[in-house]
């Protein structure tokens, strides 16, 4: 809550009491404590569906006035709105049916200390080889990192504060993450370490003095001969931009005929 700004907090507790009704039928949230008249027709849950008092509460709101709903941030509520809020509360509480503009920009949170920066970080680094994860699998791990490196009582941010920092931190999540480049490997005195097929090729391109056709009756065009040469497999050979040519160990052995597995012709 500490990320909310002054005079928020009863907003969003009014979101919540909204969400408590549309899915128990009392604004508490509890049989046993209703309000006078609760729970009303349209969200009693013995008679309607859930699909019914979301509907009703998203017609109940569109009928509030235009000013009081802004002032009170239930303006824009439609029925996947709802849908977003309830998805929120479950996941993070009552700061889950904050909107994301209430939250305190980046540079500015108070809960975001030099611990937690360092779990987000190190979480950061840990993923930069791995397939794309999704912003639950990041939390998740930026709690145990916290938990294992300074203990169960340190304070982590919610959810949704940890997913605005990353955003704005590292940018948008839904791309996988990029191949190092060279200038990301390991270097050890001056060299690249390597330690898997394919991690670092070196390409060398030259424009042959001559001209091939690429069909028997096509026009001769201009041949270039590209060499990739990569350390732990097999080297390949380019030519004219189509064909392709792996060119296997044996055919750096005089004498020896190349296993057909290992090359094939270029056409």
Not at 22 to 32: L, M
């Amino acid at each position: 809550m500490a990320d909310l700004p002054p005079g928020k907090l009863e907003l969003v507790r009014l979101r919540m009491a909204h969400l408590l009704e549309v899915g128990t039928g009392f604004r508490s949230g509890n049989p046993e404590d209703p309000r006078p008249g609760e729970p009303r027709p349209c969200y009693d849950p013995a008679t309607t569906t859930l699909t019914e008092r979301r509907w009703a509460k998203v017609a109940e709101l569109a009928a509030m006035d235009r000013q009081e709903a802004r002032l009170l941030g239930l303006d824009r509520v439609g029925y996947r709105t709802l849908i977003r809020w309830e998805r929120g509360r479950e996941r993070s509480g009552l700061i889950g049916c904050a909107d994301d503009r209430w939250l305190r920009p980046g540079g500015r949170r108070p809960s975001i200390g030099p611990e937690v920066r360092e779990a987000i970080f190190a979480v950061h680094a840990e993923l930069q080889g791995r397939s794309r994860v999704g912003m639950a699998t990041r939390t998740r791990l930026i709690h145990q990192y916290v938990r294992e490196t300074y203990g169960p009582d340190l304070h982590v941010p919610s959810y949704n504060t940890l997913r605005q920092v990353w955003h704005e931190w590292f940018g948008p999540s839904g791309s996988r993450p990029r191949n190092l480049g060279a200038a990301d490997l390991p270097v050890r005195s001056g060299h690249v370490l390597v330690d898997r097929p394919g991690q670092v090729v070196a390409l060398d391109t030259t424009v042959l003095p001559v001209m091939v056709r690429e069909g028997v009756f096509g026009e001769p065009v201009r041949a270039h001969l590209t060499l990739a040469c990569a350390r732990l497999v097999t080297d390949r050979v380019c030519c004219a931009g189509e064909a392709e040519i792996r060119v296997d160990g044996a055919l750096h052995q005089p004498g020896r005929r190349p296993a057909r597995s290992g090359a094939a012709m270029a056409s």
